[in-house]
């Protein structure tokens, strides 16, 4: 398996810790009261809190990364693509989104664009390094 195989994983294991984690915190699922929320189908969830909307618009976000960063990583392997770029270009989005989310989880709004146009250029790196 190629390291951008790994991240591929990784970042899978990533978005789905991110959902989890908004959806706990959404029902603030530490709680006995949100522990039955969390467990039952969910027809009645509580206001979303600034906290909680963060934190589910950071799971969406994330999510909808992944599938980009999916997809080109597959097609690169599909491809028998080798370039550097696409190894290089998939560390720099995998670890702009480690730090993307507490950043956007936080509230850090500038900041948070900042560390996202980084994964978006990772993301450049790849299909540069496909399509060359």
């Given amino acids: 398996m190629t390291s951008t195989q790994t991240l591929v994983i990784y970042m899978a294991i990533l978005t789905w810790l991110t959902l989890l984690l908004a959806s706990l915190i959404r029902v603030k699922g530490w709680t006995p009261s949100g522990t039955l929320i969390a467990l039952g189908n969910r027809d009645n969830l509580p206001e979303a809190s600034p906290l909680a909307g963060r934190a589910e618009r950071t799971a969406r976000n994330t ?65 540069s390094g496909i399509l060359r």
């Fill in 63 to 127: 999510l909808e990364n992944f599938v980009l960063f999916a997809a080109i990583a597959l097609v690169a392997h599909a491809a028998g693509a080798t370039s550097p770029g696409i190894a290089t270009g998939a560390l720099i989005f995998f670890w702009a989104r480690v730090i993307y989310i507490p950043v956007y989880v936080a509230g850090i709004a500038y900041l948070r664009t900042a560390i996202w146009v980084v994964s978006i250029v990772g993301l450049g790196m790849m299909v």
